[in-house]
């Protein structure tokens, strides 16, 4: 099993990574951004600036390293990360992978099966020269690969996506994490991973706290990958206290072994600028969630799991502990 995670100044023992945050994003557009004239222009020593703030931020609240797994296809840029973490002396895990189709930028891997190409050997290539040579001229390697599903069902080049993913994982020995949206899907992508033989612990289905549906959460913790509950403060998509609920029940019936935590954050958009949110911030789970998770009987022992030994044990690629 590895003995280090690659983040974006290279290998770091997976004893030093501390409290993580599985999904935060130092920089993130939607593909189209950049067609918005109007939109504002992000000046590099200001971004800068604000990831250094941010950073700051979380080390005061206690968390020691983070995953970005912005994937290429939404405006990743590892070269910048990069200079944050030089900078600031803390570990950031960078991604390769593909978006789900809605939202994601799929035209260039759909005509290549329009044209004959083996699309999923190809973007399973593409995903393994970034994980082992680096990002274009760059040299900085991802350690973690992202995919993602969007609502109702999966589509056939999700599948593809997915199949890629899995192929790479395989191959590099890195995990994946994944995005869902409104809480659905979980168990589609666990079977999706099962298909490709990759063993259920080299997984996050992430985002699951966009559903209150306990049933639906344990039936992800008996599926055998880690479970995110990674979204905390973007109240607009679910309520906090239903997130805290949520990992209660969790935690009561013995998978504090299996979560792993975060906000999602973005701390630079490109294009037009979302809203300000005062809750939406990635020192909120250390700061206000911890005490409400107290409050309902978690212990620190519980917290420990969430914020350093799963996402130590996700990247070790160690087995998962027994639940209870």
């Given at each position: 099993m590895p003995a280090t995670v690659e983040t974006v100044t290279g290998p770091l023992s997976i004893d030093l990574l501390g409290a993580t945050l599985i999904?935060?994003?130092?920089?993130t557009g939607m593909p189209g951004w950049d067609t918005d004239p109007n939109a504002p222009r992000w000046k590099r020593h200001d971004m800068m600036q604000i990831?250094?703030?941010?950073?700051?931020?979380?080390q005061d609240a206690g968390i020691r390293s983070m995953v970005d797994p912005c994937p290429s296809d939404l405006a990743r840029d590892i070269e910048f990360s990069a200079e944050v973490s030089?900078?600031?002396?803390f570990p950031i895990v960078a991604a390769a992978g593909l978006y789900n189709e809605y939202f994601g930028l799929n035209a260039y891997w759909k005509m290549r099966g329009m044209t004959g190409g083996d699309v999923v050997q190809e973007m399973a290539e593409a995903f393994i020269t970034e994980l082992t040579a680096g990002v274009g001229a760059s040299g900085v390697r991802p350690g973690i690969i992202k995919v993602a599903t969007g609502s109702g069902a999966?589509?056939?080049?999700?599948?593809?996506?997915?199949?890629?993913?899995?192929l790479a994982a395989l191959e590099t020995d890195v995990p994946i994490i994944t995005h869902t949206d409104d809480g659905v899907l979980g168990e589609d992508q666990q079977a999706m991973f099962a298909e490709g033989n990759l063993p259920a612990n080299?997984?996050?289905?992430?985002?699951?706290?966009?559903?209150?549906?306990?049933?639906?959460?344990w039936r992800l913790?008996?599926?055998?990958?880690?479970?995110?509950?990674?979204?905390?403060?973007l109240e607009a998509v679910n309520s906090d206290q239903n997130r805290v609920e949520s990992m209660l029940k969790l935690i009561e019936r013995g998978a504090s072994t299996r979560l792993l935590v975060a906000h999602d954050?973005?701390?630079?958009?490109?294009?037009?600028?979302?809203?300000?949110?005062?809750?939406?911030?990635?020192?909120?789970?250390?700061?206000?969630?911890v005490p409400m998770l107290k409050a309902g009987g978690a212990t620190d022992e519980h917290i420990d799991h969430v914020l350093v030994q799963n996402p130590r044990r996700y990247f070790a690629?160690?087995?998962?502990?027994?639940?209870?």
């Open positions: 999904h935060e994003h130092v920089v990831a250094k703030d941010k950073i700051a931020e979380m030089q900078a600031t002396g999966v589509t056939d080049y999700e599948r593809q996506v997915f199949a890629a993913a899995t080299r997984a996050m289905v992430g985002h699951s706290c966009g559903t209150n549906d306990h049933d639906y959460h913790v008996e599926g055998g990958t880690y479970v995110g509950f990674d979204r905390f403060g954050t973005v701390w630079c958009w490109l294009g037009r600028p979302f809203p300000p949110n005062a809750t939406w911030r990635p020192s909120r789970f250390c700061q206000d969630i690629g160690e087995p998962l502990p027994a639940l209870g």
